[in-house]
């Protein structure tokens, strides 16, 4: 079965800093990677995923995510932290065709300093 | 275009008793998915739902359960309620449930709240 991990439940950036938010996955096929962003009470939204296409895709609000197999990686990444990103982030793999459920890590907690 | 919408916003139940969250996807989707965000345990996979059919199901108990209506709509079920089920209750649709690259957007769920 697929899985996923985060590593760091919260990560705390200077606004205009680079955002690095670690994401690994384990999957016995080609996978399907998702990055969501969580506000507080709110649902998920979609900021990118990965579909084969390309190994860096591009997503909303400037970040982007690299998909490297050989480290098992999809690391989520913004050249410039900015205040509005201060949220909850989850990184996701689909566990595959005919299941269609998506697997969470368990969130890294940004947090922005001003 | 309308996202996914979710009803209640907030609900309040005491114990045994029985919760119905309710779940509309954005038109056009046919696949409805439910999951269940609880503290310490993070998102975790309830229910599939595509065409009118259950089509998968999380490590949930059975009081878990739900439907799918002939409007995609969907609706979620929980009997016999516990303390544990307190929890934010998200709902998804994406387009078809035929591949697993298709994009599941999110509601903006249910506070669930059992005491």
């Known amino acids: 079965a697929q899985s996923v991990t985060q590593l760091g439940s919260h990560v705390s950036v200077s606004e205009g800093a680079l955002v690095l938010l670690r994401c690994n996955y384990s999957?016995?096929?080609?996978?399907?990677l998702f990055w969501y962003v969580q506000y507080p009470n709110q649902g998920l939204q979609l900021l990118l995923k990965?579909?084969?296409?390309?190994?860096l895709v591009k997503g909303i609000n400037g970040f982007e995510a690299e998909f490297k197999k050989s480290e098992t990686s999809f690391h989520l990444t913004k050249p410039s932290a900015h205040m509005s990103d201060a949220a909850e982030y989850f990184c996701a793999v689909s566990e595959g065709e005919g299941a269609q459920k998506l697997v969470f890590g368990q969130g890294t907690r940004l947090t922005i300093n001003p | 275009e309308a996202g996914v919408t979710q009803s209640p916003t907030h609900l309040i139940k005491t114990r045994g008793q029985q919760a119905t969250l309710r779940c509309s996807p954005i038109s056009g989707h046919t696949s409805v998915y439910w999951y269940q965000q609880a503290l310490g345990l993070g998102l975790q996979f309830l229910l599939w739902y595509d065409e009118g059919e259950e089509r998968n199901r999380g490590n949930f108990p059975p009081r878990f359960s739900g439907r799918q209506f002939p409007n995609y709509s969907s609706e979620l079920n929980v009997n016999a309620l516990e303390l544990e089920d307190s929890a934010l209750y998200l709902c998804?649709?994406?387009?078809?449930?035929?591949?697993?690259?298709?994009?599941?957007?999110f509601g903006p769920g249910t506070r669930l709240t059992v005491l």
């Open positions: 999957s016995s096929v080609p996978p399907y």
């Open positions: 990965y579909t084969s296409a390309a190994t």
């Open positions: 998804a649709s994406s387009f078809s449930g035929r591949a697993a690259i298709d994009t599941q957007y």
